[in-house]
C-alpha cells in the first residue's frame, strides 16, 4: 500500500489548471490595468477591481493576460484557476454584464416594482419589500418574470438568490420562485 501513496503523490506534482492556463483575451473595448496583484477593468458598462492572490503571478501582453503560479506549491495551484476566472468575469462583466431570470409560479404570486423596491406578493399576510441594491437592475416584463442584470457577477447571482429564498419552489405543485432554468423535480401526494 504505500507504493500506491507514493505513486499517487508524485501524480500531484504534475496536475495544471487546465482553466487556469488558458489565457484570457481582452475585447478592444475594455481597457485592463495591472498593478502588482490589483487588477482593474474598465469598460462600456462601469469599471470593476479585483485582488488577485500572491500565488498568482499575471502577465500582460497586448491584448492578452496570463496567469501562473508564482511556485510549485498546492496552495498556489488550488488559488490558479479562481483567479483566471474572477479576471474574466470582470472582463465579461464590464463589456457585457451579467443576467438572472426568475420566474414566479402561483395562483395570486406577483411581482412588481415600486420606485426602487420590488414588492414580492408570495401567499404571506404581508408584501415583501426588497430594496434593490446600488450597482444592480431590475426589471418586471410582467407579474411572473423578473429579470436582474448588473456588471458584478457575484453580486447578480447574490440578489437572485435572495429573492428565490423568499418562496423557493415546493415539490408537489411547483409553487414559488425558480431560476428560469431551473427543473423542479415534483413529488407525488398522498391519495386517499
Known amino acids: 500500500m504505500p507504493g500506491v ?4 503523490t508524485s501524480l500531484l506534482g504534475n496536475i495544471m489548471s487546465r482553466i487556469g492556463k488558458s ?6 473595448s475594455v481597457n485592463i490595468g495591472v498593478d502588482g496583484q490589483a487588477v482593474t477593468a474598465k469598460g462600456g458598462l462601469g469599471e470593476l477591481s479585483a485582488l488577485v492572490n500572491d500565488e498568482i503571478k499575471i502577465t500582460q501582453n497586448d491584448n492578452v493576460i496570463v ?18 476566472t474572477v479576471i474574466n468575469n470582470l472582463i465579461i462583466g464590464v ?3 451579467f443576467l438572472k431570470k ?3 409560479q402561483g395562483v395570486g404570486y406577483r411581482a412588481q416594482l415600486q420606485g426602487k423596491d420590488l414588492v414580492l406578493a408570495l401567499g404571506f399576510s404581508h408584501d415583501i419589500k426588497y430594496n434593490v441594491p446600488k450597482g444592480i437592475t431590475i426589471e418586471c416584463s410582467d407579474q ?12 447578480v447571482g447574490q440578489v437572485a438568490a435572495e429573492i428565490r429564498s423568499y418562496r423557493p419552489p415546493e415539490p408537489y405543485k411547483g409553487k414559488g420562485i425558480r431560476y428560469e432554468d431551473e427543473y423542479v423535480i415534483r413529488k407525488e401526494g398522498k391519495k386517499k
Open 23 to 28: 489565457p484570457i483575451d481582452i475585447p478592444n
Open 95 to 97: 463589456s457585457a454584464g
Open 144 to 155: 411572473t418574470h423578473i429579470s436582474i442584470s448588473g456588471i458584478d457577477k457575484q453580486k
Open 102 to 104: 426568475l420566474v414566479i
Open 5 to 8: 501513496l507514493i505513486y499517487r
Open 67 to 84: 496567469l501562473n503560479p508564482r511556485n510549485n506549491s498546492t496552495a498556489a495551484k488550488k488559488v490558479w484557476g479562481t483567479a483566471r
